[in-house]
């Protein structure tokens, strides 16, 4: 499967953006998809991850309640809605597809898309 993220840009503090995850090649059914990101200087880290069937969604502490996944199986995308973005969620955010079961384990997902940056400024 390929992924495509798209979405990134500029926001200022308390803003919003939707990052968006297009997959190709195979029906993203068959896969748990996650957001990871990876700021300046910074190890790659877990952001969301969506089960097969969307029903089940897992975050990291950091963004509960700010970030939310959701996928289109139907579309093959998944989406991530950031709100109230601040300056520390300035990072390239990749998506990546697992055929494994749900992880916040960057190793657990086979195939990543090129990335997207977000900048939030204060």
């Known amino acids: 499967v390929q992924l495509q993220a798209s979405g990134g840009g500029l926001v200022q503090a308390g803003g919003s953006l939707t990052l968006s995850c297009a997959a190709s090649?195979?029906?993203?059914?068959?896969?748990?998809i996650g957001w990871f990101r990876q700021a300046p200087g910074k190890e790659r880290e877990f952001v969301a991850t969506?089960?097969?069937?969307?029903?089940?969604?897992y975050y990291t502490n950091s963004v509960k309640g700010r970030f939310t996944i959701s996928r289109d199986n139907a579309k093959n995308t998944v989406d991530l809605r950031m709100n109230r973005l601040q300056p520390e969620d300035t990072a390239v955010y990749y998506c990546a597809a697992s055929g494994a079961g749900p992880s916040t384990r960057s190793l657990s997902y086979d195939y990543w898309g090129q990335g997207t940056l977000v900048t939030v400024s204060s």
């Open positions: 090649g195979r029906t993203i059914n068959n896969y748990n």
């Open positions: 969506s089960t097969r069937s969307g029903r089940s969604t």
